[in-house]
């Protein structure tokens, strides 16, 4: 079982995603609660309430003779070859038929300057910078949004904006970050017009760089935020409700979906389902068997 007492800098995060302060103290120690609730919280300023956010199933499904398609029962995470190296300069464009193999094969500096290189859709002539992802290397934990937004895109980082803002939140109310045990990515390393929803060809295009980028990291489980995330990692087409709330599985790896932190921006009544994917997800790495490999629960 994960452990139910919290640092005061959680509590921090917890009150943050709002979570009642009640809730969050039952059972802590007296002088612990004492000093929570003197600790001062700055909130995220609420975005203005819009309109729900469309849902568009344009991501469709893979064919048998799909290079991406799996004939199996489930999506299966690529098994880590020889690997290639090379510096950045040797990256070279690879005909399509064996652009995904390649990809395969690389190194992390491959992949990298691969993830940058890149051309293979029309995203790549309208990004300021491609974003390859932010964290530790290896890392026990690896959280995968959609697509990089305005801010990233100028800045060539993982989540600095508001919405990765919230996602250091959501992070520190688990006992984790950025800096360690946590590996941030997009299914999209290059950003959308306008931050529109992501096309099928580009998803399909940008996939098998998600897909090295985990077989290379060996995390024990992902989080996959937002409804492009989790159906791109899971090749289904169920809507995010149906995913949220059980454990799925991208191969052998415990998978938890969640709401993207941008967002509950929009809709901050979410963010106490969030805090009940989180939990989920602690307590399905705590469960994870503990081999020597294995690192303990952050909370733990």
């Not at 309208?126 to 895109?153: C, I, Q, Y």
């Not at 294995?294 to 733990?300: E, N």
Request: aromatic fraction near 4%.
């Amino acid at each position: 079982m994960i452990s139910k007492i919290f640092s005061p800098a959680q509590i921090v995060y917890l009150q943050l995603l709002e979570v009642a302060l009640p809730e969050v103290m039952e059972g802590q120690p007296t002088s612990l609660q004492q000093e929570a609730r003197l600790v001062p919280v700055t909130r995220l300023p609420d975005m203005p309430a819009t309109p729900p956010v469309r849902v568009i199933e344009d991501i469709p499904e893979l064919s048998a003779e799909d290079p991406l398609a799996d004939a199996g029962a489930g999506p299966q995470p690529p098994a880590i070859p020889a690997v290639e190296t090379a510096t950045p300069t040797d990256v070279v464009p690879a005909p399509e038929e064996d652009r995904i193999a390649r990809i395969a094969r690389m190194d992390w500096a491959v992949l990298e300057a691969s993830i940058h290189a890149c051309r293979a859709c029309s995203l790549g002539e309208t990004r300021k910078n491609a974003v390859v992802g932010a964290g530790t290397r290896p890392s026990p934990w690896l959280f995968v949004g959609e697509a990089p937004g305005a801010e990233e895109d100028r800045r060539g980082e993982a989540f600095v904006g508001r919405g990765g803002q919230l996602l250091d939140a959501m992070l520190g109310a688990m006992g984790l970050s950025r800096q360690e045990q946590v590996y941030i990515a997009n299914v999209l390393k290059c950003r959308p017009p306008q931050n529109r929803d992501p096309l099928g060809p580009e998803v399909r295009s940008c996939l098998p760089f998600l897909q090295r980028q985990i077989a290379l990291l060996q995390p024990r489980i992902i989080v996959a935020m937002g409804r492009f995330a989790a159906q791109s990692l899971l090749q289904s087409a169920e809507p995010l409700a149906s995913l949220r709330g059980s454990v799925q599985r991208y191969g052998d790896i415990p998978l938890i979906v969640t709401y993207h932190p941008a967002y509950l921006l929009r809709n901050p009544i979410e963010k106490r389902k969030v805090w009940e994917d989180l939990k989920l997800a602690l307590q399905t790495y705590a469960d994870l068997p503990q081999g020597s490999d294995a690192k303990a629960s952050p909370t733990a």
